[in-house]
């Protein structure tokens, strides 16, 4: 379509980048240094996750006049890898007692068949875990929630091997037997926590990544009260201040379920400027998230994904009328 020349339009058009952190991936791996950067690198980006088609420039040779930024950050439940692994050892296996059923009681096996026994000479069963971060996490959250901070976990859980205690290490043990007769493993709080530090400490989640009730909620609060927002315009600072000062006026919101949104979900419940801030034609923009606090952004490093960072710049595009 061909453009008409010297007739120009204005339209409420915002512009939008991202920073993504993919699945099982962390925030170090979209962005290893303290700074995160919007509107300088599109290239291989979604829809989703901009609408520019060039870094820091706007199509062709439009002007945009910014009347409002915001940073969006998504509430998503992160997802962990399950190639980073933690080890326990020599954890016993246990059933109800029949006599009591209140009481727990280690599960026996005759030596020579694996199969459960209450014979006198049968041995106790113990269990060696291999368990990915992902596993780890969850099964650490459902501890956390338990009245008693423990988790059962079923014999037949990939990751679970199950031998006989002591001299009797060599003994075969039946584990779907087991299963049947009732077997079980409980891990306490203290015991997935050891699992979790044995991850090296770059790899480990985030605190409020692991934590279950409104963890997301302070992850977002984390991220917003330690950092700084700039937006730049031709290398000129136009705006600078910490995060929590361009609420997103935008995001889920329901009053029976939890969700955490950086500001209410309102599109005038944002920063506007007082005078808008002019981006002229072929004239270089961006904006930048810094993390001053080298601690802080070690542990903000650690955040898995998915996740999404917006930054909106709300305004009126003015372009040719095609």
């Given at each position: 379509m061909s453009v008409v020349r010297g007739v120009k339009e204005k339209v409420h058009l915002p512009i939008y980048d991202s920073l993504t952190v993919d699945p099982e991936s962390q925030l170090k791996d979209a962005e290893p240094t303290g700074t995160l950067k919007f509107f300088v690198d599109v290239?291989?980006?979604?829809?989703?996750?901009?609408?520019?088609?060039?870094?820091?420039?706007?199509?062709?040779?439009?002007?945009?006049e910014a009347r409002a930024l915001r940073v969006v950050i998504s509430d998503l439940p992160p997802q962990f890898p399950s190639d980073s692994t933690g080890t326990l050892d020599g954890v016993g296996v246990t059933m109800q007692d029949p006599n009591n059923p209140n009481n727990e009681i280690p599960v026996k096996v005759d030596a020579a068949t694996g199969q459960?026994?209450?014979?006198?000479?049968?041995?106790?069963v113990t269990a060696s875990i291999e368990f990915g971060l992902d596993s780890i996490v969850g099964?650490?959250?459902?501890?956390?929630?338990?009245n008693d901070g423990t988790t059962e976990i079923?014999?037949?859980?990939?990751?679970?091997?199950?031998?006989?205690?002591?001299?009797?290490?060599?003994?075969?043990?039946?584990?779907?037997?087991?299963?049947k007769a009732g077997g079980t493993i409980t891990l306490t709080v203290g015991d997935l926590q050891d699992m979790l530090d044995e991850i090296p400490a770059?790899?480990?989640?985030?605190?409020e990544q692991v934590s279950g009730g409104d963890g997301t909620g302070t992850l977002v609060n984390k991220l917003i009260y330690n950092t700084v927002t700039t937006l730049y315009v031709g290398e000129k600072t136009m705006i600078q201040m910490?995060?929590?000062?361009?609420?997103?006026?935008?995001?889920a919101y329901s009053e029976s379920a939890t969700f955490a949104s950086h500001g209410e979900p309102n599109p005038l419940a944002t920063f506007r400027f007082a005078e808008p801030i002019f981006i002229d034609k072929q004239q270089n923009f961006r904006v930048e998230i810094d993390v001053p606090d080298k601690d802080v952004l070690d542990e903000l490093q650690r955040i898995y994904g998915p996740m999404f960072i917006w930054v909106?710049?709300?305004?009126?595009?003015?372009?040719?009328?095609?």
């Open positions: 290239q291989n980006k979604t829809k989703l996750e901009t609408n520019l088609q060039s870094a820091g420039l706007l199509p062709h040779y439009n002007t945009f459960p026994s209450a014979a006198g000479g049968a041995v106790a099964f650490l959250q459902d501890a956390q929630d338990s079923s014999v037949l859980e990939d990751g679970v091997d199950l031998g006989a205690a002591g001299l009797n290490a060599g003994v075969t043990v039946d584990a779907e037997a087991v299963d770059d790899e480990q989640p985030i605190d910490p995060t929590w000062f361009f609420p997103s006026g935008a995001g909106v710049l709300d305004g009126y595009m003015t372009r040719d009328v095609q």
